[in-house]
């Protein structure tokens, strides 16, 4: 029978150890807890024939390299590489949930979202077309209430159709994008990427566009990883002009202008999946 291995990568508190208690017949701790150690637990489930290898990973708002836990969910991903990521999303804090999604989404992974919470989301009478904000990332998304169990048959049948490569029943439109983060960002994109992938080992093994993205955030262990290569000093010297290329053509330095980009992505999904709830907000603008 097939082994599907799955990480669950979400925000502190969307409901991740609630998920993998209910799935796997586990008792960890939900709630407000915040553990003194960055750790995974491991868990098993059996659904439809197959055999689930469920890891709950720390919470985390983004995967730069700026605390403990996501650099820590970051190396998971890269080096455990995951068959599917089940991405918890809590769907009554959408717009800051989906910060995470983008990221996710650029890793190049598969992924299916769990849009949890869902009954908190109902309740304030908020409105969303989970099927076109799911086609405009490119994942399949799934509404849940990890408390009651509501959804969880169809987040696993969804798990597997897209372990399996198979269109997911009612979301045919679904297949992995590249999110536009607008041309300035993208071609700075494609040129950092370009020098990266001059390295055969590390075009097989990472997101060659991840890794792009995060060296024009001047993420730190993204330049020691390049550094450690050949043509280190060219991909580093490649990402200056870029960066500075976007700042001259944006007015914002490149860190910056991808987090606008990104939450602009955001506020135009979920516009365009009918939620205004998740546009409110002009706190990261
Ligand atoms: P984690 O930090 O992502 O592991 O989140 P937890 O599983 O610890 O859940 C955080 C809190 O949300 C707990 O009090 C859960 O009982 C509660 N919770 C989880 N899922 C749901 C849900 O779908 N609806 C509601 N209303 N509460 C939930
Ligand atoms: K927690
Ligand atoms: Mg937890």
Wanted: a negative charge; hydrophobic letters at 35%; proline letters at 3%.
């Amino acid at each position: 029978s097939h082994t599907i291995n799955v990480a669950l990568v979400g925000n502190p508190n969307c409901g991740k150890t609630s998920l993998f208690n209910f799935a796997s017949g586990a008792h960890e701790r939900v709630g407000n807890y915040s553990g003194v150690t960055v750790d995974a637990k491991e868990g098993h489930a059996q659904f439809e024939g197959y055999q689930f290898n469920l890891v709950d990973l720390p919470g985390t708002y983004s995967l730069s390299a700026y605390s403990p836990e996501e650099l820590y969910v970051r190396k998971q991903i890269i080096e455990n590489t995951p068959d599917v990521i089940i991405n918890v999303i809590d769907a009554s804090n959408i717009e800051r949930n989906l910060y995470l999604t983008t990221q996710l989404v650029d890793m190049n992974l598969k992924i299916v979202g769990a849009l949890n919470m869902f009954d908190e989301f109902e309740s304030r009478g908020d409105k969303l077309d989970y099927n076109v904000l799911g086609e405009l990332f490119g994942i399949p998304l799934v509404p849940t209430v990890f408390k009651s169990g509501r959804g969880v048959e169809e987040l696993f049948k969804t798990v597997i159709d897209i372990y399996e490569g198979r269109p997911v029943p009612g979301k045919s439109g679904i297949r992995h994008i590249h999110l536009n983060h607008g041309k300035y960002i993208e071609q700075s994109i494609e040129d950092v990427k370009k020098e990266i992938q001059k390295n055969e080992q590390i075009r097989y093994k990472y997101s060659t566009r991840f890794l792009s993205i995060k060296l024009l955030e001047k993420d730190a262990k993204a330049e020691e990883l390049v550094m450690s290569l050949p043509n280190g000093r060219e991909i580093i010297s490649t990402r200056d002009s870029a960066a500075e290329y976007i700042m001259k053509e944006t007015k914002e330095d490149s860190e910056t202008a991808i987090m606008n980009a990104k939450y602009g992505i955001i506020h135009g999904a979920l516009h365009e999946a009918g939620c205004e709830e998740g546009t409110k907000t002009d706190t990261y603008q």
